[in-house]
Every structure is written in C-alpha cells, then in structure tokens.
C-alpha cells in the first residue's frame, strides 16, 4: 500500500483547494527519471485502445508545467502511429514507458502511477476510457482534455 509522505507538498495556486505533492519515478533500470507535481489521490485511466491494451497502460494526466524530466533525456525513444500526435516515449535500455504525450491532451504528460517511487500516493481511483471508439469517446468525456491545464482561480 502507497502512503502519503511528509514530502514536498504545495498548494497548486493561492485560493486552489487542489493540494498537490511532488511524486518520483522512473524506468526500470533506472537511466530514466522525473518528478511530476500532482494530487496523492489520483485519477487514473484504464484505455482500450489498440496500444493500451497491447501495453496494459493506465495512466494519470498532468500538465506539462508539472513535469519535469530528471534524467535519460538520450535514453528516450518515441514510437508513433495514426495521427502522430500521441508521443510513446519508452527507455531504449528497459523498454519500460513510465510517461507519454496522450492524444487526449499533448498539452500534458500521461503518467503511469506504477512507475511512481513509493510513498506519495494516497490512493487511486480508475475509470475506464474506451478508445476503441476514441473520436466518440471525447466526445462524451468533457473533462479529459482540460486535465493536462493548468488550475487557475
């Protein structure tokens, strides 16, 4: 079980009731590194889309300002289908993806909570995303696209 750690914590914006904390993670073998500020109660999607599924990817969404790549920037390789606009990005060394662009918002990072160091996450709520029917899909999920903007007042 994942606790919650006296670590970095910080409120998102002044006025924001959204607490956010300072997650780590990375690859398998270690030659990738991030942090990503985001809630220790995350929102995590279970995708069926033909990647997901082949990849077994949920991940949780985070915009860009919240990312930050550590280490292994040259480690990074990016594999690219259909609209090009999803970013797979995965470790030449492990093979391991622990974050991409989505399609959904390549205005954010999706990240995947099972690549997350220990002792942040609180807990972990999944919703299933059925990007079989992907263009149909946003459209009836009105709230996926504004996941990887910022919070403002």
Same mark, same amino acid.
């Given at each position: 079980?994942?606790?919650?750690?006296?670590?970095?914590? !910080?409120?998102?914006?002044?006025?924001?009731?959204?607490?956010?904390? $300072?997650? =780590?993670?990375? *690859?398998? *073998?270690?030659?990738?590194? /991030?942090?990503?500020?985001?809630?220790?109660?995350?929102?995590?999607?279970?995708?069926?889309?033909? &990647? *997901? =599924? $082949? !990849?077994?990817?949920?991940?949780?969404?985070?915009? $860009?300002?919240?990312? +930050?790549?550590?280490?292994?920037?040259?480690?990074? +390789?990016?594999?690219?289908?259909? +609209?090009?606009?999803? !970013?797979? =990005?995965?470790?030449?060394? *492990?093979?391991?993806?622990?974050?991409?662009?989505?399609?959904?918002?390549?205005?954010?990072?999706? &990240?995947?909570?099972?690549?997350?160091?220990?002792?942040?996450?609180?807990?972990?709520?999944?919703?299933? /995303?059925?990007?079989? !029917?992907?263009?149909?899909?946003?459209?009836?999920? $009105? =709230? &996926?696209?504004?996941?990887?903007?910022?919070?403002?007042?």
């Amino acid at each position: 079980m994942w606790t919650v750690s006296k670590c970095s914590r !910080k409120r998102l914006q002044a006025g924001s009731s959204m607490d956010l904390v $300072k997650h =780590t993670g990375g *690859c398998h *073998c270690g030659a990738v590194r /991030f942090e990503v500020w985001n809630s220790p109660d995350l929102h995590v999607f279970h995708c069926n889309c033909s &990647i *997901c =599924t $082949k !990849k077994q990817n949920h991940h949780f969404i985070a915009p $860009k300002n919240r990312f +930050t790549l550590l280490q292994g920037l040259e480690n990074l +390789t990016t594999y690219t289908f259909n +609209t090009h606009v999803a !970013k797979h =990005t995965f470790c030449k060394t *492990c093979g391991v993806q622990s974050f991409y662009t989505p399609r959904s918002n390549p205005d954010g990072y999706g &990240i995947a909570p099972h690549c997350l160091d220990p002792g942040t996450v609180h807990s972990v709520t999944v919703e299933n /995303f059925c990007g079989e !029917k992907w263009e149909e899909s946003m459209q009836v999920h $009105k =709230t &996926i696209r504004d996941m990887s903007k910022p919070e403002e007042n």
